[in-house]
């Protein structure tokens, strides 16, 4: 099993719609959780940390679920400006250190 | 702009050459990523500093990548003798030192490599 896997896609949404993407990683000693966007050609940017108790940040809504070991995004009435890829990183401490890891990202388009 | 900056933004080298890159972090951060994206993929992680010191290196890293911090502020990713294999945007991030793993990284815009 990979350290950190997402559904490719493509999720070809319309506008409005409400899309979820899930992201699973294998090592039950993660710690931290992020959600990043990344347009075409452009750097990674921060969406969103995950916390346990899950967060919401006006149409975007992030949850953790330690047991099945998965977090995900959700996105309300999507817009045309969403349409990215969205990269989830899975933070794991290790001796003296950690270990930050991307996932391949879930790419988005949503059309009008 | 106080972001991350990178330099060059593209590179176009022939197999064999070195090539090095430069980060320069946002200034108050003293932790430094390195990583490396091919289309497809998400950023595979290649090494970190915190401050000066090279604290972690991935696999990924052979030993004909270097990575330098030397006053903990910017920083040099060199590869020599490039492979075609190199070719691949190289990503830097930055962050601020953090209790626990809570590490939010701000990323520079990329220097994209062309091995010919």
């Known amino acids: 099993r990979k350290e950190v896997e997402q559904d490719p896609g493509p999720f070809n949404v319309p506008e409005g719609a409400t899309v979820a993407f899930n992201c699973t990683y294998s090592n039950s000693a993660s710690q931290s959780f992020f959600w990043y966007r990344q347009d075409c050609r452009k750097e990674p940017k921060l969406l969103m940390s995950?916390?346990?108790s899950g967060n919401e940040d006006g149409r975007f809504t992030a949850q953790l679920n330690r047991a099945s070991q998965y977090i995900s995004l959700l996105i309300r009435d999507s817009k045309l400006s969403d349409s990215a890829t969205y990269l989830c990183?899975?933070?794991?401490?290790?001796?003296?250190?950690?270990?930050?890891?991307f996932g391949k990202g879930t790419k988005l388009s949503v059309i009008p | 702009d106080t972001g991350v900056s990178q330099d060059p933004r593209h590179k176009i080298t022939k197999r064999g050459q070195n090539v090095t890159f430069r980060c320069d972090p946002i200034?108050?951060?003293?932790?430094l990523y390195w990583y490396r994206q091919t289309l497809g993929q998400g950023p595979e992680f290649l090494t970190y500093?915190?401050?000066?010191?090279?604290?972690?290196k991935s696999r990924l890293l052979s030993d004909r990548f270097s990575a330098e911090r030397p006053k903990g502020s910017f920083s040099t990713l060199e590869i020599q003798r490039t492979e075609q294999g190199d070719s691949a945007m190289y990503l830097c991030?930055?962050?601020?030192?953090?209790?626990?793993?809570?590490?939010?990284?701000?990323f520079g815009p990329g220097t994209r490599l062309t091995v010919l």
């Open positions: 500093f915190q401050n000066e010191a090279q604290l972690e």
């Open positions: 991030a930055s962050s601020e030192r953090a209790i626990g793993a809570t590490d939010t990284q701000y």
């Open positions: 995950v916390y346990s």
């Open positions: 200034s108050e951060h003293n932790r």
């Open positions: 990183v899975v933070i794991t401490p290790g001796a003296g250190s950690y270990q930050l890891t």
